[in-house]
């Protein structure tokens, strides 16, 4: 019932900015957290930023000061700007969301299928 689709990958150069996107769509009702994973091959998935509904967020050490995750509620769209990308943000990036959909009483995470970044010269 619900979909969640990134965009905004690709290649740049170390030191380079990307800005990621991730728009749900379906028969939604509420949003509530929202936030980015990213996974390395090799790595296991990890927490890359979460925003809540109210626009608080947290990061994972490795990026604080070089991303900003950010949302916007009208448009069902969770963002996440990289700046000073460097060679270890390589991943694929997954989008993932706790929605409430309009049949259910109760909510549920929800995840995209991710996008390739790759930071090489």
């Known amino acids: 019932q619900v979909q969640l689709v990134e965009s905004g990958g690709g290649l740049v150069q170390p030191g380079g900015s990307l800005r990621l996107s991730c728009a749900a769509s379906g028969r939604i009702s509420s949003i509530f957290d929202m936030a980015w994973y990213r996974q390395a091959p090799g790595n296991e998935r990890e927490l890359v930023a979460r925003?809540?509904?109210?626009?608080?967020?947290i990061y994972t050490d490795s990026v604080k000061g070089r991303f900003t995750i950010s949302r916007d509620n009208t448009k069902r769209t969770v963002y996440i700007q990289m700046n000073s990308l460097k060679p270890e943000d390589t991943a694929v990036y997954y989008c993932?969301?706790?929605?409430?959909?309009?049949?259910?009483?109760?909510?549920?995470?929800?995840w995209g299928q991710g996008t390739q970044v790759t930071v090489s010269t």
């Open positions: 993932n969301a706790y929605i409430r959909v309009v049949t259910s009483i109760i909510a549920e995470w929800y």
């Open positions: 925003i809540t509904s109210s626009g608080n967020t």
